[in-house]
RNA sequence: CUGACACGCCCCC
């Protein structure tokens, strides 16, 4: 029983959804083993990791027809389907049937909530579901903020990010490189590449070191902003401050210099990716 | 043995 719920959880978290699946479904027939709410969870994570959310809410409406009781994995894990795709209406829908079917939502399934909203750039979204659940009593982690600053970044709205870092702080919660990573998200999608420089340094100064991530979106901020001088400096910039470039780090520095005419520049850029073993596409 | 967070270009916004 336990090996079988391994098992369905290993098919999908190798991608392999419709393995994990059928094995489900074979449980019984070949083992007489009666699927567990664990074998039911295992197998909506599957499916919501595949980006078939439908399919994960109906193994979910299964679940409770089949006499098992859904439990707050196995609402969060369906949930999680919608949450990836942006899609807030799916996942409040599944939140509210969470809360009426008796079963509470706890950090993990606001946490997902809160990230729908994130990957929908919706930070008013965010921001009221994290006032709903401290006012359940259930405290905001790093987790959940970062999701809200997630929102930030994809609506490109670096004061709000500001206001979310310092309202986590102050609730005790502290910021980690990816909270930050928001931040400078924000502002390269608004085109500011200075003040993504500036959270660069703050990090630093808070004692969070920037990792490649980071300098990847600041040099994307820089790039579009069409500062190709600041692109370049921080791509040598990240390396003395031991952050590896990676791929995305150069066709970020690559998009800012090729902006700016720098075409011999782009052209050494490639030369030197080689040179390093960063794989080119 | 099961659930939540971040990266380019193009596209969308």
Known sequence: EVVL?????ACGKGGAPDEAVKLLRGMERA????????????????????????????LLKEMAS??????????????????????????????????????????????????????????????????????????????????????CGKAGNPEAAAKILRRMTEAGVIPNV???????????????????IEWLEIMSREGITPETICYNYAMTACGRAGDARQAAWLLRRMEEEGATPNRITYSAAMFALGKAGRLHDVLDLLTEMERKGVQAD
Not at 79 to 94: E, I, T
Request: glycine letters at 10%; aromatic letters at 6%; charged letters at 20%.
């Open 66 to 151: 089949s006499g098992l009781k859904p439990d707050r994995v196995s609402f969060s894990a369906a949930m999680q389907g919608f949450a990836a795709a942006g899609d807030r209406k799916n996942a409040k829908s599944l939140s509210k049937e969470m809360e009426d079917s008796g079963v509470g939502m706890d950090v993990v399934s606001y946490g997902t909530a809160v990230s729908a909203c994130g990957r929908a750039g919706d930070v008013k979204g965010a921001l009221r579901l994290i006032e709903e659940m401290e006012s359940a009593g259930i405290n905001a982690n790093v987790v959940v903020y970062n999701s809200a600053l997630d929102a």
């Open 5 to 9: 719920n391994a098992a369905v959880d």
């Open 178 to 196: 990816t909270s930050y990573t928001g931040a400078i998200a924000a502002c390269s999608r608004c085109v500011n590449g200075s003040k993504a």
């Open 31 to 58: 083992y007489g083993i009666k699927p567990s709410n664990i074998s039911y969870n295992s197998a909506i994570s599957a499916l919501s990791r595949a980006g078939r959310a439908r399919e994960a809410r109906g």
